[in-house]
């Protein structure tokens, strides 16, 4: 079943390809697939594509572990605590629409240019769905829980480290498969916009170039990288939670 | 000796000595905002009996259950264990909840819900797996400790949470409608296996249900609360034999004298 996915990019590509071969096909601007694949191949061999993917992933990487080390306490903290909800809510709300892009300036100002600053908006953005997650996640354990636990009589920490956090993982998880989506996204949009970096850039450059089969080829090449960067954590997430997997039906 | 006397409505049958008092609710009323939910509730639990706990919904017995398992304080009078106010939960006082689905971590195998208890106790670790083990053993669940809750029926995950609260070893089990959501027959097996074990480990239960025949069939005496607000109507001791049988308990005529006699505070007019 699986392999039906597969069956309608060949139809577009073959469809792609005769058209190309009409009078009139604009090959100046858009390439063709034979084009397009050999452009990402000499890209591939020569190195320069795969420096520039780990240049993106890097910035990607950095910037989802900071949204995470920052996100989920804070999410944990404003999830459990009312007060603190309401105080931070002011904030949140008027930060929270601010676009990633328009943190550039502030981010470049502060840091010039290179990953780090990369790092810094794409942090910014992926800080959200994470910390959300983690609120919801603090706010949904099951009272029947915390009564076992104070059954138990067990500590506070002990609490969190037995209760509180395992049962927030699940939730947690479905906040870093966000936030690494925003994440991918928002470093290519910065490298693209400014950062003499990454793929972002090297798009941008094919396009100064003005090499429409290197500028598709990347393109397809991203929309890879992302697939696989989610298909790496789904294949986590099975891992880490057979116990909500397991039952019969599969959910 | 079984004569109607036994089960008599008049005043409670002269205690024996013997008895040691576990827990004293004395006096005990609960409200939440304006509502009385429980009133005037004076109960002793002895060491070793099985109390049964029965009435009409809303006549809080859930309540007097959480009130005695210190998940809840009692707005007037007082739930006294050993001379002290129970205030909070304590490891001696094992509940066992009736949703057994929210009440064991998914996230660990059966095992390692019943090592729960153990870590709670501060076992050490090398000697937990043993114990948990035979604690399967002994509630028929050896052959799947590896499994997660999820992946059991639900009379085996209300298993795994006794195993969990055995593991504890209380001097007491609090039961809340344990058995109420399981079908007939895994219901019985439960309730001939609880039996084994509270006789076996010499063990005190306090065991609440909406089932008058359950009731009847596990307790030594039976306690009936009466609705809005919920007050002691009945205390009456239970004269059957044990071990009890599943068929010929049922079929005694002092079981069907005492369930006659109880059925009235089950039903509309027990809510006066």
């Given at each position: 079943m699986r392999a039906l996915g597969f069956v309608p990019p060949a139809l577009i590509l073959f469809a792609w390809q005769l058209c190309s071969l009409?009078?009139?096909?604009p090959v100046q601007t858009f390439s063709t697939p034979a084009d397009v694949m050999s452009a990402l191949l000499s890209s591939l061999l020569d190195g320069s594509l795969l420096q520039a993917t780990g240049e993106t992933f890097q910035a990607t990487v950095c910037g989802l572990s900071l949204a995470i080390l920052f996100g989920v306490p804070f999410g944990f903290l404003v999830g459990s605590l009312p007060r603190a909800d309401r105080l931070a809510v002011g904030v949140v709300e008027v930060l929270r629409p601010v676009p990633a892009v328009a943190v550039i300036p502030l981010a470049l100002l502060m840091l010039g240019f290179g990953s780090s600053m990369e790092s810094v908006v794409v942090a910014f953005a992926a800080f959200w769905p994470v910390m959300i997650v983690a609120r919801t996640a603090a706010r949904s354990v099951d009272e029947r829980l915390v009564e076992v636990a104070k059954a138990l009589e067990f500590s506070a920490p002990e609490r969190f480290l037995k209760f509180l956090l395992p049962a927030a993982l699940r939730q947690l998880f479905v906040g870093f498969r966000l936030g690494l989506g925003v994440a991918l996204v928002v470093a290519v949009t910065v490298e693209v916009a400014v950062?003499?970096?990454g793929l972002g850039y090297l798009m941008t450059g094919a396009q100064a170039a003005l090499r429409p089969d290197q500028v598709l080829a990347f393109l397809v090449w991203v929309g890879l990288v992302g697939w696989m960067a989610n298909a790496v954590v789904a294949l986590a997430e099975v891992r880490l939670f057979r116990w909500d997997v397991v039952d019969g039906a599969g959910r | 000796m079984a004569t109607l006397a036994t089960m008599s409505?008049?005043?409670?049958?002269?205690?024996?000595?013997?008895?040691?008092?576990?827990l004293a609710v004395t006096n005990a009323g609960l409200s939440i905002g304006s509502k009385c939910i429980l009133q005037e509730i004076d109960l002793e639990v002895r060491a070793g009996e099985v109390l049964c706990i029965i009435g009409p919904s809303g006549s809080g017995k859930t309540s007097l259950l959480r009130m005695m398992g210190g998940f809840i304080r009692a707005s007037e009078g007082a739930v006294m264990a050993q001379g002290r106010q129970v205030v909070a939960p304590s490891r001696r006082f094992a509940f066992v909840f009736q949703d057994y689905g929210r009440a064991l971590l998914p996230w660990r195998t059966v095992r390692g819900n019943v090592e729960l208890a153990l870590e709670a106790c501060e076992t050490p670790r090398a000697e937990r797996k043993a114990i948990a083990e035979r604690l399967l053993y002994q509630v028929g669940l050896a052959n799947v400790?590896?499994?997660?809750?999820?992946?059991?029926s639900g009379g085996m995950q209300q298993r795994v949470q006794i195993a969990r609260t055995l593991a504890q070893s209380p001097d007491m089990l609090l039961m809340d409608e344990p058995f109420g959501a399981l079908d007939a027959m895994t219901r019985e097996t439960l309730q001939d296996e609880l039996l084994k074990l509270a006789a076996a480990r010499e063990m005190t239960v306090v065991f609440v249900t909406h089932d008058l025949e359950e009731a009847i069939y596990l307790g030594d005496r039976v306690v009936a609360l009466s609705a809005n607000?919920?007050?002691?109507a009945e205390v009456v001791d239970v004269d059957l034999p044990r071990p009890r049988d599943q068929l010929t308990t049922r079929e005694d005529s002092r079981f069907l004298a005492l369930r006659h006699r109880l059925r009235g505070f089950l039903t509309e007019e027990g809510r006066r």
């Open positions: 009409l009078p009139g096909f950062n003499p970096q | 409505l008049g005043p409670p049958p002269a205690r024996v000595p013997s008895h040691s008092i576990q400790a590896d499994a997660y809750p999820r992946q059991l607000p919920g007050r002691v």
